[in-house]
């Protein structure tokens, strides 16, 4: 241990003798242990100088033990860093127990992904490539993601009932995968700590931290590794890193550990090294382990290791990005800086006395030219005095070079000028921006690719859109769906927004409902091929792919009417025939169940849309049409229901009021039961206390003709006599009209614009006020045309002709004065050509 080392003076004040002769002892083993933090320059530095110095027959590396095959595809030339080591499980005969648990229903099988992110500068990758160079051996050890996943027994849910969705766990209950591993990200961006996060629990990073005056782990990570000068050859840098873990070992628990994962993952570490020393005959002295710090130290157990649970595994490598591997994303085990390390990196393999230095000024300039691009006032004086000032700091800190927060500090002292949420903001941008950077990786197109991946081009191919891929910018096609190739295009667009690639995006709907025309936004990015690959779980096709994420959700859905019917509408734009089959004969059972109206007037909406479509998608017409009679019926039913729902839920009643009255009102009203939607309609408007929703059913009662224009106005009048608490509520009561009405407030205008006349007349000033902004609302919300007629009506009570009126919004003039107008613009034009307004 050097012995101006912070780490050496903590350790007096622990266990020291017994800390230094454990680590000592790993260090002397012929195993050559090698203990690293993930995406550390340093460390990667180091790692690669010991491989070319002990040239090893076998490099042990920490990473999922199945999958070894893809290191040569990890370091072909072609490969190009960010990537991540992609790993995909989904547990086909529920071996574990968690379906109905952890996935959306009993017959759907648990799945979880994982990914593995290697940098440039990630030790790992190193040691690969140094291995490769070498033609060594690598071989991974780490336990596979899918064995550490607590079983339902483990979590003591044997015997959970069955239930249509993921059960809700009580808030102290572990779910999904643990979240114990130090470089994987789990499929729903869980964060994984590192073996970092043991660190900081440790009583011995605390003493160090509040002693050296570190605000994180990073900070320590820097001063002492990192960024530090301190170690004269890689030999000293080993054994100040050991030191420092066996510390943190030391002064963890083995419960810690064990509630993790740590032991169960080191124990089929060991296992791994042992078998394959003795398989291929390799003496220790000839190997070298490079893992985590803290599993240097593991426990050399002979009791066998966990079992690998059976099912469908995908192993593979996906293109990457600096964005997704930064800790902003909520990767445990994230690079706080991905491109300063990088530099870091870059500059180290070469000079590595003076690479702190040289990265700094690096940054810095990056940073100070986002800045100025962004909007602020930087300059090349403005660099000399950050690094200046970084320099300063890291002194009166004690160390022995700038570390990123001293740089950070550094930009905001002297480039702030105030707040730096206010004033600062563009630089603090400019600055996160350039830590993380833009990076994107590929993989060596020798691997191949997943039968999703495969699918996914192949179709491109197929239907013409390969084009789409080289470009870099996003593209609107325009699909008429009366030309087969189009509605191809459609059904291969559809499928991929429901798997969730964001290749497609549909921009509008025809107003027919999709029957002739849809838009879709296009465009390729690296997130297109890594959401195919973490979606290979769901089938090897689009096709099978998509239909396996509907037939989940619709295991969420099956009590929803307007859930089961937008499914099946879904599902015949995907062109799923059995899913389609499958959710017709589900749909009745589901409205029958339903009593909720805004369920079935969606379920109602989305079945007549169905039915527009019925000969051209080769539906059967007979069944959808039974569909709709007993979803209106149903929905109808329901509507006294509604009559006072919570506040929260108007929105959706009033929209199940609008799509009855919508069906009723086109041709499909003269199959459906006019009577029984006027009869409830009345009764749920003599119940309701909710103007806004008396309004919109007397509206909805206008526009069907069950009562007059002039019966609506009378409504509206009652409220000028009402008690003044109601009269308030007018203006609630005609934004339900103006909802649900369209032709009603046009024959109605007089009546109308005469009782809100009457009405604001009696008002006091307080209730004016009152009024103003809810009647308001209400008339923007109206269609441009309802609200010109309704003006119209206000100019002519209040004294001008109906010619008088129209001429309001004519503008007459000479022909002489047409042309004198014309050059006086054309004059303006020419003189503000020679404005600057930037």
């Given at each position: 241990?050097?012995?101006?080392?912070?780490i050496?003076?903590?350790?007096?004040?622990?266990?020291?003798?017994?800390?230094?002769?454990?680590?000592?002892?790993v260090?002397?083993?012929?195993?050559?242990?090698?203990?690293?933090r993930?995406?550390?320059?340093?460390?990667?530095?180091?790692?690669?100088?010991?491989?070319?110095?002990?040239?090893?027959?076998?490099?042990?590396?920490?990473?999922?033990?199945?999958?070894?095959?893809?290191?040569p595809?990890?370091?072909?030339?072609?490969?190009?860093?960010?990537?991540?080591?992609?790993?995909?499980?989904?547990?086909?005969?529920?071996?574990?127990?968690?379906?109905?648990?952890?996935?959306?229903?009993?017959?759907?099988?648990?799945?979880?992904s994982?990914?593995?992110?290697?940098?440039?500068?990630?030790?790992?990758?190193?040691?690969?490539?140094?291995?490769a160079?070498?033609?060594?051996?690598?071989?991974?050890?780490?336990?596979?993601?899918?064995?550490?996943?607590k079983?339902?027994?483990?979590?003591?849910?044997?015997g959970?009932?069955?239930?249509?969705?993921?059960r809700?766990?009580?808030?102290?209950?572990?779910?999904?995968?643990?979240?114990?591993?130090?470089?994987?990200?789990?499929?729903?961006?869980?964060?994984?700590?590192?073996?970092?996060?043991?660190?900081?629990?440790?009583?011995?990073y605390?003493?160090l931290?509040?002693?050296?005056?570190?605000?994180?782990?990073?900070?320590?990570w820097?001063a002492?590794?990192d960024?530090?000068?301190?170690?004269?050859?890689?030999?000293?840098?080993?054994?100040?890193?050991?030191?420092?873990?066996?510390?943190?070992?030391?002064?963890t628990?083995?419960?810690?550990?064990?509630?993790?994962?740590?032991?169960?993952?080191e124990?089929?570490?060991?296992?791994?090294?042992?078998?394959?020393?003795?398989?291929?005959?390799?003496?220790?002295?000839?190997?070298?382990v490079?893992?985590?710090?803290?599993?240097?130290f593991?426990?050399?157990?002979?009791?066998?290791?966990?079992?690998?649970?059976?099912?469908t595994?995908?192993?593979?490598?996906a293109?990457y990005?600096?964005?997704?591997?930064?800790?902003?994303?909520?990767?445990?085990?994230?690079?706080?800086a991905?491109l300063?390390?990088?530099?870091?990196f870059?500059?180290?393999?070469?000079?590595?006395?003076?690479?702190?230095v040289?990265?700094?000024v690096?940054?810095?300039?990056?940073?100070?030219a986002?800045?100025?691009?962004?909007?602020?006032?930087?300059?090349?004086?403005?660099?000399?005095?950050?690094?200046?000032?970084?320099?300063?700091?890291a002194?009166?800190?004690?160390?022995?070079?700038?570390?990123?927060?001293?740089?950070?500090?550094?930009?905001i002292?002297?480039?702030?000028?105030?707040?730096?949420?206010?004033?600062?903001?563009?630089?603090?941008?400019?600055?996160?921006?350039?830590?993380?950077g833009?990076?994107?990786?590929?993989?060596?197109?020798?691997?191949?690719?997943?039968?999703?991946?495969?699918?996914?081009?192949?179709a491109?191919?197929?239907?013409?859109?390969?084009e789409?891929?080289?470009?870099?910018?996003?593209?609107?096609?325009?699909?008429?769906?009366?030309?087969?190739?189009?509605?191809?295009?459609?059904?291969?667009?559809?499928?991929?927004?429901?798997?969730?690639?964001?290749?497609?995006?549909?921009l509008?709907?025809?107003?027919?409902?999709?029957l002739?025309?849809?838009e879709?936004?296009?465009?390729?990015?690296?997130?297109?091929e890594?959401a195919?690959?973490e979606?290979?779980?769901?089938?090897?096709?689009?096709?099978?792919?998509?239909?396996?994420?509907?037939?989940?959700e619709?295991?969420?859905?099956?009590?929803?009417?307007?859930?089961?019917?937008e499914?099946?509408?879904?599902?015949?734009?995907?062109?799923?025939?059995?899913?389609?089959?499958?959710?017709?004969?589900?749909?009745?059972?589901?409205?029958?169940?339903?009593?909720?109206l805004?369920?079935l007037?969606q379920?109602?909406?989305h079945?007549?849309?169905?039915?527009?479509?019925?000969?051209?998608?080769?539906?059967?017409?007979?069944?959808?049409?039974?569909?709709?009679?007993?979803?209106?019926g149903?929905?109808?039913?329901?509507?006294?229901?509604?009559?006072?729902?919570?506040?929260?839920?108007?929105?959706?009643?009033?929209?199940?009021?609008?799509?009855?009255?919508?069906?009723?009102?086109?041709?499909?009203?003269?199959?459906?039961?006019?009577?029984?939607?006027?009869?409830?309609?009345?009764?749920?408007?003599?119940?309701?206390?909710?103007?806004?929703?008396?309004?919109?059913?007397?509206?909805?009662l206008?526009?069907?003709?069950?009562?007059?224009?002039?019966?609506?106005?009378?409504?509206?009048?009652?409220?000028?006599?009402?008690?003044?608490?109601?009269?308030?509520?007018?203006?609630?009561?005609l934004?339900?009209?103006?909802?649900?009405?369209?032709?009603?407030l046009?024959?109605?205008?007089?009546?109308?614009?005469?009782?809100?006349?009457e009405?604001?007349r009696?008002?006091?000033?307080?209730?004016?006020?009152?009024?103003?902004?809810r009647?308001?609302?209400?008339?923007?919300?109206?269609?441009?045309?309802?609200?010109?007629?309704?003006?119209?009506?206000?100019?002519?009570?209040?004294?001008?002709?109906?010619?008088?009126?129209a001429?309001?919004?004519?503008l007459?003039?000479?022909?002489g004065?047409?042309?004198?107008?014309?050059?006086?613009?054309?004059?303006?034009?020419?003189?503000?050509?020679?404005?600057?307004f930037?």
């Amino acid at each position: 241990m050097t012995p101006a080392s912070p780490i050496a003076q903590i350790l007096e004040e622990l266990d020291a003798g017994r800390i230094e002769a454990r680590a000592h002892a790993v260090l002397a083993e012929p195993l050559h242990w090698f203990p690293v933090r993930h995406h550390s320059p340093a460390v990667a530095r180091h790692v690669a100088q010991t491989i070319q110095a002990r040239r090893p027959s076998i490099v042990f590396i920490e990473a999922p033990s199945d999958a070894s095959e893809l290191v040569p595809h990890i370091v072909d030339k072609k490969t190009k860093p960010p990537i991540a080591l992609f790993s995909s499980y989904r547990d086909d005969d529920n071996t574990l127990g968690l379906a109905g648990i952890e996935s959306p229903a009993p017959d759907v099988p648990f799945k979880v992904s994982v990914y593995y992110p290697l940098l440039s500068y990630s030790p790992e990758y190193v040691a690969m490539r140094e291995a490769a160079a070498l033609g060594a051996r690598v071989v991974f050890i780490d336990l596979p993601y899918r064995a550490r996943v607590k079983s339902a027994a483990e979590r003591g849910l044997q015997g959970a009932p069955e239930e249509s969705g993921p059960r809700q766990p009580a808030p102290e209950e572990e779910v999904g995968p643990p979240r114990d591993d130090e470089h994987h990200v789990a499929e729903h961006h869980e964060s994984q700590p590192g073996w970092e996060h043991l660190a900081v629990e440790s009583s011995f990073y605390q003493k160090l931290a509040d002693a050296a005056g570190y605000r994180s782990f990073d900070e320590c990570w820097d001063a002492l590794f990192d960024v530090s000068l301190r170690h004269s050859d890689t030999e000293s840098f080993r054994r100040d890193l050991a030191y420092f873990c066996a510390a943190v070992r030391a002064t963890t628990s083995r419960e810690r550990m064990e509630l993790d994962g740590t032991l169960l993952r080191e124990a089929h570490m060991w296992s791994t090294i042992t078998r394959t020393l003795a398989e291929t005959r390799t003496p220790p002295e000839k190997a070298m382990v490079v893992c985590g710090g803290f599993h240097i130290f593991l426990e050399k157990s002979t009791e066998p290791g966990r079992a690998l649970p059976p099912g469908t595994v995908y192993n593979s490598l996906a293109p990457y990005s600096y964005l997704r591997t930064s800790s902003d994303t909520g990767y445990g085990a994230g690079n706080r800086a991905p491109l300063y390390y990088e530099r870091l990196f870059q500059h180290s393999e070469s000079d590595p006395a003076n690479a702190p230095v040289a990265a700094m000024v690096d940054h810095v300039v990056s940073v100070l030219a986002r800045g100025r691009r962004d909007g602020e006032l930087l300059s090349s004086a403005d660099a000399i005095s950050v690094t200046q000032h970084a320099r300063m700091l890291a002194n009166l800190r004690n160390r022995s070079a700038p570390i990123l927060d001293d740089v950070r500090d550094a930009l905001i002292s002297c480039c702030c000028k105030g707040s730096p949420q206010q004033e600062g903001r563009y630089l603090l941008g400019a600055m996160k921006a350039v830590e993380t950077g833009t990076a994107v990786g590929r993989v060596t197109p020798a691997l191949g690719k997943l039968p999703l991946l495969y699918d996914f081009y192949k179709a491109l191919d197929e239907l013409d859109l390969g084009e789409y891929v080289t470009k870099d910018r996003k593209a609107k096609v325009v699909l008429k769906l009366q030309q087969a190739e189009d509605e191809r295009r459609s059904i291969f667009f559809h499928r991929l927004a429901q798997i969730g690639i964001p290749f497609a995006k549909q921009l509008a709907v025809d107003k027919a409902g999709t029957l002739f025309t849809e838009e879709w936004e296009v465009a390729w990015t690296p997130k297109v091929e890594a959401a195919l690959i973490e979606e290979s779980i769901h089938g090897d096709s689009v096709e099978s792919a998509a239909l396996a994420k509907l037939d989940e959700e619709l295991a969420q859905a099956a009590g929803s009417a307007g859930a089961v019917a937008e499914r099946l509408l879904r599902a015949v734009n995907m062109d799923l025939p059995g899913m389609v089959l499958r959710l017709q004969a589900s749909a009745g059972g589901a409205i029958d169940a339903d009593t909720r109206l805004a369920s079935l007037g969606q379920a109602l909406t989305h079945l007549v849309v169905l039915e527009r479509q019925a000969a051209r998608r080769r539906l059967k017409k007979d069944l959808l049409d039974d569909l709709i009679e007993r979803c209106f019926g149903r929905a109808c039913f329901a509507m006294p229901n509604a009559a006072n729902v919570p506040a929260e839920e108007f929105d959706e009643v009033v929209a199940g009021v609008k799509s009855l009255a919508e069906v009723l009102i086109s041709e499909k009203g003269a199959d459906l039961d006019r009577d029984l939607f006027i009869e409830n309609a009345r009764t749920t408007l003599a119940d309701s206390k909710s103007q806004r929703l008396r309004g919109a059913l007397s509206g909805v009662l206008t526009e069907i003709r069950a009562q007059s224009p002039e019966d609506l106005a009378a409504d509206v009048a009652r409220f000028a006599k009402a008690l003044p608490e109601e009269m308030v509520q007018c203006g609630d009561y005609l934004s339900g009209v103006m909802e649900t009405s369209k032709t009603a407030l046009m024959l109605g205008a007089d009546g109308i614009v005469h009782a809100i006349d009457e009405l604001l007349r009696v008002a006091s000033w307080d209730q004016f006020l009152m009024l103003l902004p809810r009647t308001r609302g209400a008339f923007e919300a109206v269609h441009e045309r309802s609200r010109v007629s309704l003006g119209d009506r206000v100019a002519v009570m209040y004294g001008l002709k109906d010619d008088d009126a129209a001429a309001v919004t004519k503008l007459e003039t000479s022909v002489g004065a047409a042309v004198k107008l014309s050059e006086i613009d054309a004059r303006v034009g020419e003189i503000m050509k020679e404005w600057d307004f930037a």
